[in-house]
């Protein structure tokens, strides 16, 4: 017999099985060694009240033993089976080539950057010299932008298809099983790496095939259909189906669309700035002590205001993490954050931004790059005044909203150095008066937030992307070219890796529908 029933529980004991058996047997009205074992549904923290406290759901076998958890996808070998053409290994790319071990399809995954080992180089480069490798760098390159920026798997998503199906694929090649409990699942830069490589050797074990420094430069089609893919080195891939999974950062894949004339579309984004607090701060706001106990994960929070009818809102909030440069061409400046599993480091940053749309941009209605044009300049501009080298604009929180330039910046997280600068001029009127309004605010909502001791550092500019590829709702495919897919964030679909890993999912089921 299986009950199932909700508990809170102190930090002191949210590791002591043997506290929740009791606890449950007590609830239950049963003794407590008919209890053969638990398994804990979903955790998450409830730091509403003064006490804080985990809120489990925790199954109890009742004069029955768990069966252990097995974690193992049922897949065929399809090395001369029909093949889809993947372009991009992140996320949508490489759930949608393992979709195809299941449906029966050979997957052909075209990728412009490197494996990730070999990506590490080039991130060091970024890092330590501030130069950009356009094919090789945190956005492009074997698990695309998740794998080297956090690896966060909360999503609301589920609506879209099988939430559990993607964190269940990534239990199976490493991830701790605790993603599929808690509520805000992440699995950490530092082990993202190696779970993408076991996939990767998996698809391959299976007949799939996988190619990097594979820089797609166009897709053929006859009579409006895809016929094939050819690469910058010369290769030609033949297929009537092909997945564009390549992200929000593959700009030259927006520019073949131009030259083909193929439909495209502009789509609002957010732009803003990285804002880093040491993690103290934020873990006394939240937790409501001078020092997090010990089985308290670092906090996080989510803001959001409304000032002079535009959302200022926080994004990507990453606690115990840094901020890392993540430019893909020269001379621009583009900022994000990330996490390690630990989640160990001393400062917490977050993405606080506000959307960006048509209206705002003084440009062609009907210029589907014009948000993108938009998204380059402020790129551009913050390199210029950064002074070169990934340099980043950046103030102390509290001098922006004064309109002060900060003598000195406080010691903070991104590597290749911050410069202070006024950001009014970086950031567009509106996006500076935005911020500058909420920010205060965000203070008043949460204790410590407003304080010098944060930096802002600019720009958060790559929060989705600013094209739509369409497509048919029911299809999936292109309005215009039939067997192209377009697919995840690079489309405009996904908001993150489990979404974007949906999409992939639901790219190659809508193909197997048509076999």
Known sequence: MQKEIELAVSPDFIHDENYIIQQGAAKLKVDRNRIKGIHVRKRSIDARARTVVYRIRVVYFVDEHPKPLHFKSDLQNIKDAKPVIIIGAGPAGLFAAYRCLEVGLKPIVLERGKPVRERRRDLAKINREGIVNPDSN????????????????????????????????????????????????????????????????????????????????????????????????????????????????????????????????AKPFALGVRIEHPQAIIDQAQYHCSTRHENLPPAYYSLVEQVNGRGVFSFCMCPGGIIAPCSTEPNEIVVNGWSPSK?????????????????????????????????????????????????????????????????????????????????????????????????????????????????????????????????????????????????????????????????????????????
């Open 138 to 265: 945190y956005c492009h390159g074997e698990g695309g932008a998740g794998t080297y920026s956090d690896g966060k798997l909360y999503t609301r998503s589920d609506k879209r298809g099988d939430v559990n199906k993607v964190l269940s694929i990534f239990v199976e090649h490493g991830a701790d099983a605790d993603i599929l409990v808690d509520a805000r699942p992440h699995i950490g830069t530092n082990k993202l790496p190696h779970i993408i490589e076991d996939m990767r050797e998996r698809i391959l074990e299976m007949g799939g095939e996988i190619h990097f420094d594979s820089k797609v430069n166009n897709i053929l089609t006859q009579f409006d259909k895809v016929t094939a893919v050819t690469t910058a080195n010369g290769k030609r891939f033949d297929a009537k189906h092909v997945i564009l999974a390549t992200g929000h950062s593959a700009r030259d894949i927006y520019e073949l669309f131009r030259t083909n004339n193929w439909h495209l579309e």
């Open 343 to 515: 989640r160990n480091n001393p400062t917490a940053n977050s993405g606080t931004v506000i959307q960006i749309n048509l209206e705002d941009v003084h440009s062609s209605a009907h210029d589907p790059f014009a948000l993108l044009d938009f998204q380059r300049q402020v790129e551009q501009k913050a390199f210029n005044l950064g002074g070169g080298r990934l340099v980043a604009p950046a103030q102390r929180m509290v001098d922006f909203v004064q309109n002060r330039l900060s003598n000195d910046l406080p010691q903070n997280s991104y590597k290749p150095g911050t410069k202070s600068v006024d950001l009014n001029e970086v950031l567009p009127d509106f996006v500076h008066q935005a911020l500058r309004g909420a920010l205060p605010i965000f203070g008043k909502k949460m204790k410590g937030y407003y304080t010098n001791e944060a930096i802002l550092v600019g720009v958060e500019s790559r929060t989705s992307s600013p094209i739509r590829i369409p497509r048919d709702r029911e299809t999936l495919q292109h309005t215009q070219i039939k067997g192209l897919y377009p697919c995840a964030e690079g489309a405009g679909y996904a908001g993150g890796i489990v979404s974007a890993a949906i999409d992939g999912i639901n790219c190659v089921d809508a193909i197997s529908k048509l076999q």
